[in-house]
């Protein structure tokens, strides 16, 4: 990317939004999959909100409200201040340019028939970005360079010619190709390897400082959202139970999940302490039903309370926000 | 040190492919004392999983199994089939790699461990299998369930369980925790440590969290294209690796104390069966010189049980 960031004023709001699966006769069974989730991005300034939560959290429920793949059953998801379900053609085009995804599997996105150029030169053939395929090329040049491949190793290729970690990075580059505000990505390295997991994040950290854009990333690991994010969201069982800003959320847990999720990380100095037998079987758990908190069953601190009814997400320091009867010290 | 349980030397595994052999595990040795934890860490494909698979006997023709495995003494590569059926889970066992999902589905768990207590003439009566439930930190009740009703944190103790069974020597765990949540993971790798603490087995973990395995094992082995290149205490080799791949590996890791801090290796590992001359790292070195792009680096003792495959080992 070249001279100042571009200003990238899309926003993309998820307001007390939730979806609730039915399945059985008559949708007799529900099952809500997110519930109240409250997320925004972008605007004024661009930053990198990270999505943090265990399998069945709810993550890519999130993840696929916020790309209107899915409606929300309540609440609503908004891009410029418009309901995603309400938009009409020109907002729902100009959504889904400025708004761009990332997936997690860099080997099944692509089509294993096609050179990787066809997923390069289709976007910009559908949003009629390049008249000539000269310009579409220079463009496809310029978007690969700026994740760091070389344009003449990469193009001509059949997905499988490449690695883990060269796909993922072609994928982020075919979604810088529409110039997006905001980019989703689902656990964007969960399948490279480590030696190619912090090229990407390094990756994605340049596109917010250098082109301006915002990035929700999406992910399990605690540990690589604290290094790219400038926020957290931690979801646990459909709920958002913490958010904030990453590094007090990291430094000072309020919400007993979160503390036990920062417990469980190793640091990868083996002389500081991590205590493994401490740990030793808690899924036996507390007795409480998730009647109300979801955590309520494995939670040290869980009250009779606690099975009432979901907490609220109350503010409990400026822009920090738990969802707990009973947060942990700030201390 | 007592006698180690298992000795390996120049362990090698092959394949045959249409693009010629692949050398998927290249000259591996290590041993180990009864009791002692050993981390295997790499990328995809550097062979890890591939040499636990050679210690069980395992690979499966085009593959085929070079060098010798010592398990307590005796040669696992000239064993006979029975023999080899006998040794496996009674003095060496398993917990593969996705053991969330190598449990019978249709089957209740009692009846996974009266197969495998029948296949070594063992009697499985309810107290024993109550006992060994309970020592990986699960309920009774469990052995009357299906797979299905347990979650992934139950399923791999159950794992665990059909592993310590039959008191083994040596237990080899291919990323037995890595389909789990953390706070989970580490629950289940406390009961791993545990339980092989009681009955003394040692143990070969393989995984590639190495933040995770530097709080796990004694001693650590960095693969890296089919070849160990650095294996030694797992403090020394955090504190000095010796090897520039595990410098950059341990550089790559990111933490919750600093951030920003980590960097990447660039480049990709090469091909098995289109290995460049010389150390298989030269291609990816910051340090290399003319000598490593022809010449084999063999491993050098650096420290106490330390050892390093680089010709600039002493000197990092």
Known sequence: ?331 | MSAPVIEVAGLSVRYRTAKGPALAVDDVGFALSPGERLGLVGESGSGKSTTVLALMRMIKPPGAIDGRILLEGRDVLALSEEELRRARFARMSLVPQGAMSSLNPVLRIRSQFADLFAAHGERADGHRIAALLARVGLPAGVADRHPHELSGGMKQRVCIALAIALTPAVILADEPTSALDVVVQKQVLATLGRVQQEIGAAIVLIGHDMALMAHFVDRIGVMYAGRLVETGPVKAVFRAPRHPYTRMLIGALPSLTERRAFQGIPGVPPSLTDRPPGCPFQTRCPAAEARCRTEAPPARTVGPGHEAACHFAEAA
């Open chain 1, 1 to 331: 990317m070249t001279g100042a960031a571009p200003r990238r004023t899309g926003r993309l709001e998820a307001i007390d939004a939730g979806v609730v699966f039915r399945s059985g006769f008559g949708g007799r069974t529900a099952k809500a999959a997110l519930k109240d989730a409250t997320l925004s991005i972008g605007g004024d300034r661009p930053t990198i909100v990270a999505v943090v939560g265990e399998s069945g959290s709810g993550k890519t429920t999130l993840t696929r409200l916020l790309l209107g793949f899915q409606a929300p059953t309540t609440g609503k998801v908004a891009y410029r201040g418009v309901d995603l379900t309400r938009m009409d053609g020109a907002g729902r085009r100009a959504f889904r340019r400025e708004v761009q995804a990332v997936f997690q599997d860099p080997f099944e996105v692509f089509n294993p028939f096609y050179r990787v150029d066809h997923a390069l030169f289709t976007p910009l053939k559908s949003f009629r970005i390049a008249d000539d395929r000269a310009t579409a090329l220079a463009l496809i040049e310029r978007a690969l360079e700026t994740v760091g491949l070389r344009p003449g190793e990469t193009l001509g290729r059949y997905p499988h010619q490449l690695s883990g970690g060269q796909r993922q990075r072609v994928m982020i580059a075919r979604a810088l190709l529409l110039d997006p505000h905001i980019i989703l990505a689902d656990e964007p390295v969960s399948m490279v390897d480590a030696s190619l997991r912090s090229t990407i994040l390094q990756t994605l950290l340049r596109l917010k400082d250098e082109a301006g854009i915002s990035l929700v990333y999406v992910t399990h690991d605690l540990t690589t959202a604290y290094q790219v994010a400038d926020s957290v969201v931690v979801l646990y069982a459909g709920s958002v139970v913490e958010t904030g800003d990453v590094e007090a959320v990291i430094r000072r847990p309020r919400h007993p999940y979160t503390r036990a999720l920062v417990d469980a990380i190793p640091s990868p100095d083996p002389d500081v302490p991590w205590d493994l037998s401490a740990t030793e079987p808690t899924e036996a758990g507390t007795g409480l039903p998730a009647t109300g908190c979801p955590f309520a069953p494995r939670c040290p601190r869980a009250a009779v309370a606690c099975t009432a009814g979901l907490p609220p997400l109350a503010e409990i320091d400026p822009g920090r926000r738990v969802r707990c009867l009973f947060p942990m010290e700030a201390a």
